[in-house]
T-cell receptor, first 115, second 109 residues
Framework: DTGVSQNPRHKITKRGQNVTFRCDPI?????LYWYRQTLGQGPEFLTY????????KSRLLSDRFSAERPKGSFSTLEIQRTEQGDSAMYLC?????????????FGSGTRLTVV | KNEVEQSPQNLTAQEGEFITINCSYS?????LHWLQQHPGGGIVSLFM???GKKKHGRLIATINIQEKHSSLHITASHPRDSAVYIC???????????FGTGTRLKVLA
């Protein structure tokens, strides 16, 4: 286990289709985060899990977005009825200690392009 | 106005130059992190600061809590330093980063 793994790395989809991304965190990390990053901007918080519990969802996470972490290990982020505005880099990160001291470990991201 | 501001937004330097990237924030923080993001998207942590100064190789990071300002310096810059450098802060008791918009650095050979 060398880090946070995200799949796929790139996804091109037609508007209106559903897409699902997967994140495998570092195995001993109980905290998992999803962020979204658009071109030229810093990442924006989407949602946070502690083990399998989703403890916070940003208002950015509309009804078309859903995230799960069913066994407290990997997580999935699904976008239904994709729109062109959903095109972005979706970043996953994990941690298990005090974030202000140790920060997160980020994955390489999934770049979504909606055409 | 963003809570975390970085300057400059874009920076082009010649190999060997000394580079400074600045970060100012308007919120109370428990820690500030400097992160590096390469074109592929992955983000790597460079430094975590709550006070003073840290050095790692050619990179130096400083923070002034009273002035709510941090700087990242790169000495003897190299083309492989080309990346986006992001300043991010944690406010007390939160697990969420507040990110700056990043500084896109290009070092020319």
């Amino acid at each position: 286990d060398t880090g946070v793994s995200q799949n796929p790395r790139h996804k091109i989809t037609k508007r209106g289709q559903n897409v699902t991304f997967r994140c495998d965190p570092i195995s001993e990390h109980n905290r998992l985060y999803w962020y979204r990053q658009t071109l030229g901007q810093g990442p924006e918080f989407l949602t946070y899990f502690q083990n399998e519990a989703q403890l916070e969802k940003s208002r950015l996470l509309s009804d078309r977005f859903s995230a799960e972490r069913p066994k407290g290990s990997f997580s999935t982020l699904e976008i239904q009825r994709t729109e062109q505005g959903d095109s972005a880099m979706y970043l996953c990160a994990s941690s298990f200690r005090r974030e202000e001291n140790y920060g997160y470990t980020f994955g390489s991201g999934t770049r979504l392009t909606v055409v | 106005k963003n809570e975390v501001e970085q300057s400059p937004q874009n920076l082009t330097a010649q190999e060997g130059e000394f580079i400074t990237i600045n970060c100012s924030y308007s919120v109370g923080i428990s820690a500030l992190h400097w992160l590096q993001q390469h074109p592929g998207g992955g983000i790597v942590s460079l430094f975590m600061l709550s006070s003073g100064k840290k050095k790692h190789g050619r990179l130096i990071a400083t923070i002034n809590i009273q002035e709510k300002h941090s700087s990242l310096h790169i000495t003897a810059s190299h083309p492989r330093d080309s990346a986006v450098y992001i300043c991010a802060v944690f406010t007390s008791g939160t697990y969420k980063y507040i990110f700056g918009t990043g500084t896109r650095l290009k070092v020319l050979a």
